[in-house]
Protein backbone atom coordinates (compact mmCIF):
# COMPACT_ATOMS: atom_id res chain seq x y z
CA UNK A 1 0.00 0.00 0.00
CA UNK A 2 2.90 2.54 0.79
CA UNK A 3 4.48 1.62 -2.30
CA UNK A 4 1.69 2.58 -4.28
CA UNK A 5 1.18 5.76 -2.54
CA UNK A 6 4.71 6.44 -3.29
CA UNK A 7 3.82 6.00 -6.51
CA UNK A 8 1.11 7.98 -6.68
CA UNK A 9 3.26 11.21 -5.50
CA UNK A 10 5.99 11.00 -7.95
CA UNK A 11 3.29 10.97 -9.99
CA UNK A 12 2.04 13.49 -9.23
CA UNK A 13 5.22 15.46 -9.27
CA UNK A 14 5.93 14.07 -12.55
CA UNK A 15 2.86 15.71 -13.91
CA UNK A 16 3.60 18.78 -12.00
CA UNK A 17 7.00 19.38 -13.15
CA UNK A 18 5.49 18.70 -17.00
CA UNK A 19 3.31 21.29 -16.10
CA UNK A 20 4.83 24.64 -15.15
CA UNK A 21 5.28 26.47 -18.35
CA UNK A 22 1.12 26.07 -18.57
CA UNK A 23 -1.27 28.43 -16.89
CA UNK A 24 -2.15 28.47 -13.09
CA UNK A 25 -5.58 27.03 -13.92
CA UNK A 26 -4.53 24.06 -16.31
CA UNK A 27 -2.14 23.54 -13.28
CA UNK A 28 -4.51 23.71 -10.65
CA UNK A 29 -7.16 21.69 -13.19
CA UNK A 30 -4.33 18.81 -13.50
CA UNK A 31 -3.96 19.03 -9.37
CA UNK A 32 -7.69 18.35 -8.87
CA UNK A 33 -7.49 15.29 -11.74
CA UNK A 34 -4.85 13.84 -9.48
CA UNK A 35 -6.66 14.48 -6.38
CA UNK A 36 -9.44 12.53 -7.65
CA UNK A 37 -7.56 10.03 -9.67
CA UNK A 38 -5.47 8.81 -6.01
CA UNK A 39 -8.86 8.74 -4.05
CA UNK A 40 -10.18 6.11 -6.76
CA UNK A 41 -6.75 4.98 -6.26
CA UNK A 42 -7.32 4.45 -3.03
CA UNK A 43 -10.79 2.69 -3.27
CA UNK A 44 -9.31 0.16 -5.50
CA UNK A 45 -6.64 -0.39 -3.30
CA UNK A 46 -9.22 -1.29 -0.71
CA UNK A 47 -11.52 -3.60 -2.76
CA UNK A 48 -8.31 -5.57 -4.40
CA UNK A 49 -7.37 -6.31 -0.28
CA UNK A 50 -10.52 -7.04 0.26
CA UNK A 51 -10.71 -9.54 -2.48
CA UNK A 52 -7.22 -11.21 -1.65
CA UNK A 53 -8.71 -11.47 1.89
CA UNK A 54 -11.70 -13.33 0.10
CA UNK A 55 -9.92 -15.43 -2.04
CA UNK A 56 -7.69 -16.71 1.10
CA UNK A 57 -10.83 -17.71 3.38
CA UNK A 58 -12.09 -19.35 0.37
CA UNK A 59 -8.60 -20.89 -0.41
CA UNK A 60 -8.73 -22.02 3.28
CA UNK A 61 -12.53 -23.22 2.78
CA UNK A 62 -11.73 -25.05 -0.25
CA UNK A 63 -8.86 -27.05 1.53
CA UNK A 64 -10.62 -28.18 4.31
CA UNK A 65 -13.34 -29.00 1.60
CA UNK A 66 -10.99 -31.30 0.26
CA UNK A 67 -9.93 -32.51 3.08
CA UNK A 68 -13.42 -33.98 3.69
CA UNK A 69 -13.53 -35.60 0.33
CA UNK A 70 -11.15 -37.55 0.55
CA UNK A 71 -12.39 -38.51 4.48
CA UNK A 72 -15.30 -39.50 2.65
CA UNK A 73 -13.48 -41.32 -0.49
CA UNK A 74 -11.70 -43.37 2.69
CA UNK A 75 -15.21 -43.81 3.88
CA UNK A 76 -16.69 -45.23 0.97
CA UNK A 77 -13.64 -47.59 0.03
CA UNK A 78 -14.44 -49.05 3.34
CA UNK A 79 -18.05 -49.64 2.78
CA UNK A 80 -17.00 -51.35 -0.63
CA UNK A 81 -14.77 -54.15 1.04
CA UNK A 82 -17.80 -54.09 3.86
CA UNK A 83 -20.26 -54.98 0.78
CA UNK A 84 -17.06 -57.12 -0.74
CA UNK A 85 -16.83 -59.66 2.37
CA UNK A 86 -20.60 -59.72 2.84
CA UNK A 87 -21.19 -60.83 -0.85
CA UNK A 88 -18.51 -63.27 0.13
CA UNK A 89 -20.37 -64.27 3.34
CA UNK A 90 -23.73 -64.63 0.81
CA UNK A 91 -21.81 -66.85 -1.14
CA UNK A 92 -20.39 -68.91 1.66
CA UNK A 93 -23.51 -69.18 3.30
CA UNK A 94 -25.87 -69.90 0.28
CA UNK A 95 -23.13 -72.96 -0.55
CA UNK A 96 -23.79 -74.40 2.92
CA UNK A 97 -27.29 -74.44 2.27
CA UNK A 98 -27.06 -76.10 -1.10
CA UNK A 99 -24.79 -78.47 0.39
CA UNK A 100 -27.45 -78.89 3.64
CA UNK A 101 -30.40 -79.45 1.27
CA UNK A 102 -28.61 -82.82 -0.17
CA UNK A 103 -27.70 -83.79 3.22
CA UNK A 104 -31.52 -83.70 3.77
CA UNK A 105 -32.30 -84.91 0.89
CA UNK A 106 -29.87 -87.91 1.01
CA UNK A 107 -31.02 -88.59 4.91
CA UNK A 108 -34.75 -88.77 3.88
CA UNK A 109 -33.76 -91.10 1.35
CA UNK A 110 -32.10 -93.47 3.77
CA UNK A 111 -35.36 -92.98 6.18
CA UNK A 112 -37.55 -93.70 3.56
CA UNK A 113 -35.23 -97.20 3.04
CA UNK A 114 -35.04 -97.34 6.86
CA UNK A 115 -38.74 -97.27 7.30
CA UNK A 116 -39.57 -99.90 4.59
CA UNK A 117 -37.18 -102.15 6.04
CA UNK A 118 -38.37 -101.67 9.29
CA UNK A 119 -42.14 -102.71 8.12
CA UNK A 120 -40.49 -105.71 6.29
CA UNK A 121 -38.91 -107.17 9.46
CA UNK A 122 -42.31 -106.42 11.47
CA UNK A 123 -43.93 -108.08 8.78
CA UNK A 124 -41.70 -111.04 9.00
CA UNK A 125 -41.35 -111.23 12.71
CA UNK A 126 -45.62 -111.02 12.83
CA UNK A 127 -45.90 -114.23 10.76
CA UNK A 128 -43.28 -115.71 12.73
CA UNK A 129 -44.84 -115.17 16.03
CA UNK A 130 -48.39 -116.20 14.88
CA UNK A 131 -46.98 -119.61 13.19
CA UNK A 132 -45.10 -120.15 16.92
CA UNK A 133 -48.33 -119.26 18.52
CA UNK A 134 -50.89 -121.47 16.47
CA UNK A 135 -48.49 -124.48 16.00
CA UNK A 136 -46.33 -124.32 19.68
CA UNK A 137 -48.43 -126.86 21.42
CA UNK A 138 -48.67 -129.39 18.91
CA UNK A 139 -45.52 -128.51 17.03
CA UNK A 140 -43.41 -131.29 18.88
CA UNK A 141 -45.93 -133.89 19.03
CA UNK A 142 -46.19 -133.79 15.37
CA UNK A 143 -42.65 -133.93 14.71
CA UNK A 144 -42.21 -137.31 17.08
CA UNK A 145 -45.33 -138.89 15.30
CA UNK A 146 -44.44 -138.02 11.88
CA UNK A 147 -40.69 -138.96 12.25
CA UNK A 148 -39.84 -142.39 11.08
CA UNK A 149 -36.92 -142.79 13.40
CA UNK A 150 -35.18 -141.22 16.40
CA UNK A 151 -32.87 -139.79 13.87
CA UNK A 152 -35.17 -138.40 12.04
CA UNK A 153 -36.74 -136.58 15.22
CA UNK A 154 -33.45 -135.27 15.88
CA UNK A 155 -32.72 -133.74 12.38
CA UNK A 156 -36.59 -132.48 12.47
CA UNK A 157 -35.87 -131.12 16.44
CA UNK A 158 -32.79 -129.21 15.12
CA UNK A 159 -34.53 -127.59 12.08
CA UNK A 160 -36.83 -126.15 15.03
CA UNK A 161 -34.15 -124.99 16.76
CA UNK A 162 -32.70 -122.95 14.06
CA UNK A 163 -35.95 -121.72 13.11
CA UNK A 164 -36.29 -120.01 16.47
CA UNK A 165 -32.64 -118.92 16.44
CA UNK A 166 -33.61 -117.35 13.27
CA UNK A 167 -36.86 -116.17 14.80
CA UNK A 168 -34.64 -113.87 17.59
CA UNK A 169 -32.66 -112.94 14.21
CA UNK A 170 -35.44 -111.66 12.93
CA UNK A 171 -36.50 -110.00 16.02
CA UNK A 172 -32.68 -108.45 16.23
CA UNK A 173 -33.10 -107.05 12.53
CA UNK A 174 -36.26 -105.04 13.38
CA UNK A 175 -35.08 -103.59 16.56
CA UNK A 176 -31.82 -102.58 14.47
CA UNK A 177 -34.36 -101.66 11.77
CA UNK A 178 -36.05 -99.08 14.40
CA UNK A 179 -32.94 -97.54 16.10
CA UNK A 180 -31.76 -97.10 12.44
CA UNK A 181 -34.94 -95.50 11.72
CA UNK A 182 -35.18 -93.28 14.88
CA UNK A 183 -31.51 -91.96 14.26
CA UNK A 184 -32.01 -91.31 10.97
CA UNK A 185 -35.22 -89.38 12.18
CA UNK A 186 -32.93 -87.34 14.71
CA UNK A 187 -30.28 -86.79 11.96
CA UNK A 188 -33.22 -85.23 9.86
CA UNK A 189 -34.46 -83.15 12.48
CA UNK A 190 -30.98 -81.85 12.86
CA UNK A 191 -30.37 -80.93 9.63
CA UNK A 192 -33.54 -79.29 9.48
CA UNK A 193 -32.95 -77.27 12.24
CA UNK A 194 -29.23 -76.28 11.22
CA UNK A 195 -31.10 -75.19 7.39
CA UNK A 196 -32.98 -73.00 9.52
CA UNK A 197 -30.44 -71.40 11.29
CA UNK A 198 -28.49 -71.41 8.26
CA UNK A 199 -31.26 -69.44 6.40
CA UNK A 200 -31.79 -67.00 9.60
CA UNK A 201 -28.42 -66.20 8.95
CA UNK A 202 -28.10 -65.52 5.52
CA UNK A 203 -31.34 -62.82 5.86
CA UNK A 204 -29.33 -61.28 7.97
CA UNK A 205 -26.66 -61.18 5.55
CA UNK A 206 -28.61 -59.74 3.42
CA UNK A 207 -30.04 -57.19 5.95
CA UNK A 208 -26.24 -56.22 6.01
CA UNK A 209 -26.19 -55.63 2.58
CA UNK A 210 -28.95 -53.60 1.91
CA UNK A 211 -27.97 -51.53 5.44
CA UNK A 212 -24.44 -50.81 3.96
CA UNK A 213 -26.30 -50.32 0.26
CA UNK A 214 -28.13 -47.46 2.05
CA UNK A 215 -25.21 -46.14 3.99
CA UNK A 216 -23.06 -45.73 0.42
CA UNK A 217 -26.01 -44.28 -1.31
CA UNK A 218 -25.59 -41.50 1.74
CA UNK A 219 -22.19 -41.28 1.36
CA UNK A 220 -22.56 -40.77 -2.10
CA UNK A 221 -25.17 -38.29 -1.81
CA UNK A 222 -23.05 -36.28 0.82
CA UNK A 223 -19.79 -36.45 -1.21
CA UNK A 224 -21.75 -35.33 -4.57
CA UNK A 225 -23.00 -32.35 -2.14
CA UNK A 226 -19.64 -31.56 -0.92
CA UNK A 227 -18.44 -31.49 -4.51
CA UNK A 228 -20.85 -29.22 -6.06
CA UNK A 229 -20.79 -26.74 -2.69
CA UNK A 230 -17.05 -26.62 -3.54
CA UNK A 231 -17.10 -26.47 -7.43
CA UNK A 232 -19.70 -23.13 -6.32
CA UNK A 233 -17.23 -21.97 -3.96
CA UNK A 234 -14.57 -22.01 -6.59
CA UNK A 235 -16.58 -20.24 -9.40
CA UNK A 236 -17.82 -17.85 -7.39
CA UNK A 237 -14.46 -16.82 -6.24
CA UNK A 238 -13.27 -16.97 -9.89
CA UNK A 239 -16.10 -14.86 -10.82
CA UNK A 240 -15.29 -12.49 -7.47
CA UNK A 241 -11.42 -12.16 -8.63
CA UNK A 242 -12.22 -11.54 -11.85
CA UNK A 243 -14.55 -8.78 -11.29
CA UNK A 244 -12.81 -7.27 -9.26
CA UNK A 245 -8.68 -7.37 -12.03
CA UNK A 246 -11.97 -5.96 -14.58
CA UNK A 247 -13.17 -3.49 -12.14
CA UNK A 248 -9.24 -2.61 -11.17
CA UNK A 249 -7.84 -2.95 -14.81
CA UNK A 250 -11.09 -0.60 -15.95
CA UNK A 251 -9.97 1.68 -13.19
CA UNK A 252 -6.01 1.82 -14.16
CA UNK A 253 -7.31 2.81 -17.74
CA UNK A 254 -9.07 5.71 -16.34
CA UNK A 255 -5.98 7.04 -14.18
CA UNK A 256 -3.53 9.12 -14.97
CA UNK A 257 -0.98 7.84 -13.20
CA UNK A 258 -1.56 4.72 -16.50
CA UNK A 259 0.24 7.05 -18.73
CA UNK A 260 3.29 7.51 -16.30
CA UNK A 261 3.29 3.74 -15.79
CA UNK A 262 3.15 2.77 -19.50
CA UNK A 263 6.35 5.53 -20.12
CA UNK A 264 8.03 3.98 -17.42
CA UNK A 265 7.34 0.55 -18.96
CA UNK A 266 8.32 1.72 -22.39
CA UNK A 267 11.71 3.25 -20.50
CA UNK A 268 12.58 -0.20 -19.39
CA UNK A 269 12.06 -2.23 -22.41
CA UNK A 270 13.98 0.24 -24.23
CA UNK A 271 16.83 0.56 -21.28
CA UNK A 272 16.76 -3.67 -21.28
CA UNK A 273 17.11 -3.78 -25.46
CA UNK A 274 20.24 -2.03 -24.42
CA UNK A 275 21.45 -4.11 -21.39
CA UNK A 276 23.32 -7.16 -21.59
CA UNK A 277 21.65 -10.23 -22.35
CA UNK A 278 22.71 -13.81 -21.13
CA UNK A 279 21.99 -16.78 -23.20
CA UNK A 280 19.12 -19.41 -22.49
CA UNK A 281 21.56 -21.98 -21.66
CA UNK A 282 23.74 -19.99 -19.09
CA UNK A 283 19.88 -20.36 -17.08
CA UNK A 284 19.90 -22.81 -14.29
CA UNK A 285 15.93 -23.25 -13.57
CA UNK A 286 14.42 -24.54 -10.20
CA UNK A 287 13.02 -27.30 -9.52
CA UNK A 288 8.76 -26.05 -9.88
CA UNK A 289 9.69 -23.45 -12.38
CA UNK A 290 7.53 -25.28 -15.29
CA UNK A 291 4.50 -25.36 -12.80
CA UNK A 292 5.21 -21.91 -11.97
CA UNK A 293 5.29 -20.50 -15.30
CA UNK A 294 2.55 -22.85 -16.66
CA UNK A 295 -0.22 -21.92 -14.42
CA UNK A 296 0.68 -17.83 -14.86
CA UNK A 297 0.65 -18.59 -18.76
CA UNK A 298 -2.53 -20.10 -17.74
CA UNK A 299 -4.00 -17.13 -15.96
CA UNK A 300 -2.76 -14.54 -18.21
CA UNK A 301 -3.25 -15.96 -21.82
CA UNK A 302 -5.34 -19.04 -20.59
CA UNK A 303 -7.98 -17.91 -23.08
CA UNK A 304 -5.30 -17.20 -25.93
CA UNK A 305 -4.48 -19.50 -28.72
CA UNK A 306 -1.35 -21.59 -28.53
CA UNK A 307 1.06 -18.75 -30.12
CA UNK A 308 -0.62 -16.33 -27.46
CA UNK A 309 0.66 -18.69 -24.70
CA UNK A 310 3.92 -18.75 -26.38
CA UNK A 311 4.18 -14.93 -26.43
CA UNK A 312 3.51 -14.51 -22.81
CA UNK A 313 6.08 -17.14 -21.41
CA UNK A 314 8.75 -15.49 -23.94
CA UNK A 315 7.80 -12.50 -22.04
CA UNK A 316 8.73 -14.08 -18.77
CA UNK A 317 11.76 -15.82 -20.29
CA UNK A 318 13.00 -12.62 -21.68
CA UNK A 319 12.89 -10.86 -18.37
CA UNK A 320 15.43 -13.83 -16.90
CA UNK A 321 17.69 -13.70 -19.50
CA UNK A 322 17.77 -9.57 -19.32
CA UNK A 323 19.79 -7.65 -16.60
CA UNK A 324 17.61 -5.25 -15.84
CA UNK A 325 15.18 -7.92 -14.35
CA UNK A 326 15.96 -10.68 -11.40
CA UNK A 327 17.53 -13.48 -13.29
CA UNK A 328 15.10 -16.41 -12.12
CA UNK A 329 11.80 -17.67 -12.99
CA UNK A 330 10.15 -16.77 -9.38
CA UNK A 331 12.09 -13.57 -8.83
CA UNK A 332 10.98 -12.35 -12.54
CA UNK A 333 6.84 -13.33 -11.88
CA UNK A 334 6.53 -12.42 -8.29
CA UNK A 335 8.47 -8.88 -8.77
CA UNK A 336 6.09 -6.31 -7.17
CA UNK A 337 3.20 -5.28 -9.43
CA UNK A 338 4.42 -6.89 -12.48
CA UNK A 339 1.78 -9.61 -12.98
CA UNK A 340 -1.79 -9.14 -11.80
CA UNK A 341 -2.70 -12.33 -11.13
CA UNK A 342 0.26 -12.63 -8.75
CA UNK A 343 -1.89 -9.66 -6.82
CA UNK A 344 -5.41 -10.63 -7.12
CA UNK A 345 -4.59 -13.96 -5.81
CA UNK A 346 -5.73 -15.72 -9.27
CA UNK A 347 -2.09 -17.22 -9.67
CA UNK A 348 -2.24 -18.51 -6.01
CA UNK A 349 -5.40 -20.08 -6.73
CA UNK A 350 -4.25 -22.03 -9.69
CA UNK A 351 -1.18 -22.93 -8.03
CA UNK A 352 -2.89 -24.62 -5.52
CA UNK A 353 -5.31 -26.69 -7.68
CA UNK A 354 -2.95 -27.56 -10.92
CA UNK A 355 -5.24 -25.47 -13.22
CA UNK A 356 -2.30 -25.51 -16.12
CA UNK A 357 -3.85 -26.91 -19.16
CA UNK A 358 -1.37 -29.56 -21.43
CA UNK A 359 -1.10 -26.39 -24.29
CA UNK A 360 0.14 -24.33 -20.88
CA UNK A 361 2.75 -26.75 -20.05
CA UNK A 362 3.77 -27.39 -23.77
CA UNK A 363 4.19 -23.42 -24.30
CA UNK A 364 6.36 -23.06 -20.80
CA UNK A 365 8.43 -26.50 -21.95
CA UNK A 366 8.93 -24.25 -25.25
CA UNK A 367 9.80 -20.90 -23.79
CA UNK A 368 12.32 -22.44 -21.29
CA UNK A 369 14.13 -24.49 -24.09
CA UNK A 370 14.80 -20.74 -25.84
CA UNK A 371 12.26 -20.18 -27.95
CA UNK A 372 10.29 -17.01 -28.46
CA UNK A 373 7.56 -15.55 -31.11
CA UNK A 374 8.11 -11.98 -29.80
CA UNK A 375 11.81 -11.10 -29.75
CA UNK A 376 13.27 -9.92 -27.30
CA UNK A 377 9.90 -7.98 -25.57
CA UNK A 378 9.76 -7.62 -21.88
CA UNK A 379 5.83 -6.68 -21.63
CA UNK A 380 2.32 -7.40 -22.13
CA UNK A 381 -1.17 -5.87 -21.99
CA UNK A 382 -4.25 -5.47 -23.74
CA UNK A 383 -4.43 -2.75 -26.32
CA UNK A 384 -3.95 0.96 -25.01
CA UNK A 385 -3.59 4.58 -26.34
CA UNK A 386 0.12 5.78 -26.31
CA UNK A 387 2.05 2.76 -27.28
CA UNK A 388 3.40 1.60 -30.22
CA UNK A 389 3.66 -2.77 -29.95
CA UNK A 390 6.13 -4.55 -31.79
CA UNK A 391 3.99 -7.63 -32.05
CA UNK A 392 0.31 -7.87 -31.73
CA UNK A 393 -1.01 -11.53 -30.86
CA UNK A 394 -4.63 -12.72 -30.08
CA UNK A 395 -5.63 -9.94 -26.95
CA UNK A 396 -2.36 -8.57 -26.50
CA UNK A 397 0.09 -6.22 -27.76
CA UNK A 398 3.79 -7.24 -26.87
CA UNK A 399 6.72 -4.55 -26.24
Not at 123 to 141: D, G, H, P, V, W
Not at 187 to 211: G, M
Not at 269 to 294: C, H, K, N
Amino acid sequence: MEIRRRAAASLALALLCGMMPLSVQATEETRQKIKEAEQQREETEEKLDETEENLKGLNEQHSSLQGTLSTLNTELTQVSNNLNELEEQITEKEAEIDDLEKQIAQVEEELAEAIALKEEQYATMKKQIQFAYERSSNLYMELFFSSGSLSDFLNKNEYIEQLSAYQGKVLDEYKAAQAAMEQKQLELEQAKKEQEENRAELADYKVQVVAEQGRVSGLVSQTSSSLNATANQISEAEAAALAYEQQIKEQEENLSALRAKLAEEIRMAELAAQSSWRDISEVSFAEGDRYLLANLIYCEAGGESYSGQVAVGSVVINRVLSSVYPDTVTGVIYQSGQFSPVASGRLALALAEGRATSNCYSAADEVMAGTTNVGSCVYFRTPVDGITPKYTIGGHIFY
